[in-house]
């Protein structure tokens, strides 16, 4: 097993909130923010450093003009810490990597490139900001950058990486790094191949970067699915995270076969569902009681340990009836943990 053991009753918590939205935390109290976590026995989260619109959630010395717009100067990602730290709930923060609606306006040239020449993810007129980066590009300095700001500045127990996985690239630098190599960018087989040798170059100086500031710091980065490609990247992990929600895309099937898999790697392995009815950022509903213990329990079977997905409204007010629904089903999961 991984020197770098995982706690039992885990929360991610998404915050993608657009710059059109103002009053950003404007509602939050980092006092009742913890004390409804820490009453529905949750003893980690993944918190939010910066989401998918590109936007920081504190105020950083480094990319001022990255701080989100509505945030009012509010450090919002520090007060979560600070009350999270004093309840003994470890916080690791999360990260957005491929996904970054703020970059990929306003440097095209790093965006990721189809084998048609043209830019890959959602269109100017289109929702959505899934506008695909690539990290053989100078994003690759500005996210070193960035996590080092980050790590200097909150020492945290972890970094949560998302959207961590290889992309079908034609840009300038992936095609000059493969007539480097004397691959034919032309063929679709070559590119993959060289795109997953790139990725996970750019995982493992990551890796360094982080472990060079604090070698105790949780590690994961985040595809969506722990499958053999990642094992030859294991050593860049401290830990699995099984994103798997069952009524959000991922079936009801993937996390048992999945586990099963990932458990063989010696790294400690939590599985991660959601509070949702369906999947990530369905605001409007709740996952039944008795489907939230079906899927914690079966964490628990495979010898994993579990994490509920939620999102934060953007007023930064905490969902008691969210916390009203983990919390039933965790006080049974910490009576459950001495076996």
Not at 79 to 103: G, K, M, V
Not at 234 to 242: G, I, S
Request: aromatic share 12%.
């Amino acid at each position: 097993m991984s020197d770098f053991e995982l706690r039992f009753r885990q929360i991610h918590l998404d915050f993608h909130t657009s710059e059109a939205i103002e009053g950003v935390g404007a509602d939050f109290d980092a006092n009742e923010f913890a004390e409804t976590l820490r009453k529905a026995h949750v003893d980690s989260i993944n918190i939010f450093g910066r989401c998918h619109h590109g936007w920081m959630y504190f105020p950083s010395r480094r990319f001022p003009e990255r701080v989100h717009p509505g945030l009012a100067g509010r450090n919002l990602l520090g007060e979560q810490i600070a009350a999270l730290h004093e309840r003994d709930i470890r916080c690791p923060i999360y990260l957005t990597i491929q996904w970054d609606n703020f970059s990929a306006e306003r440097h095209p040239e790093w965006r990721v490139v189809g084998p048609d020449g043209r830019l890959t993810g959602t269109g100017p007129y289109e929702a959505g900001f899934y506008k695909l980066l690539c990290v053989n590009t100078p994003y690759r300095a500005f996210l070193a950058e960035h996590v080092t700001e980050v790590l200097e500045t909150f020492s945290p127990d972890g970094l949560w990486l998302d959207i961590v996985s290889p992309q079908d690239c034609s840009c300038s630098r992936c095609r000059a790094g493969m007539l480097a190599e004397g691959l034919d960018a032309s063929d679709a087989a070559a590119r993959m191949d060289y795109a997953v040798r790139m990725l996970h170059g750019w995982m493992r100086e990551m890796a360094a970067l982080i472990r060079s500031k604090k070698p105790d710091c949780l590690i994961f980065f985040n595809s969506g699915h722990v499958g053999p490609r990642l094992a030859s990247a294991k050593d860049c992990y401290t830990h699995w995270e099984l994103e798997s929600l069952p009524s959000g895309g991922w079936g009801y099937m993937h996390f048992p076969c999945t586990q099963r898999y990932a458990r063989t790697h010696g790294l400690d392995a939590l599985g991660m569902t959601g509070k949702f009815h369906t999947s990530w950022g369905d605001f409007h509903s709740f996952k039944n009681r008795a489907a939230l213990e079906f899927e914690c329990f079966q964490m628990l079977a495979l010898n994993a340990k579990c994490c509920v997905g939620d999102q934060l409204h953007p007023r930064g007010r905490i969902c008691q009836t969210t916390y009203e629904l983990v919390g039933a089903v965790y006080e049974q999961v910490e009576r459950k943990e001495p076996y």
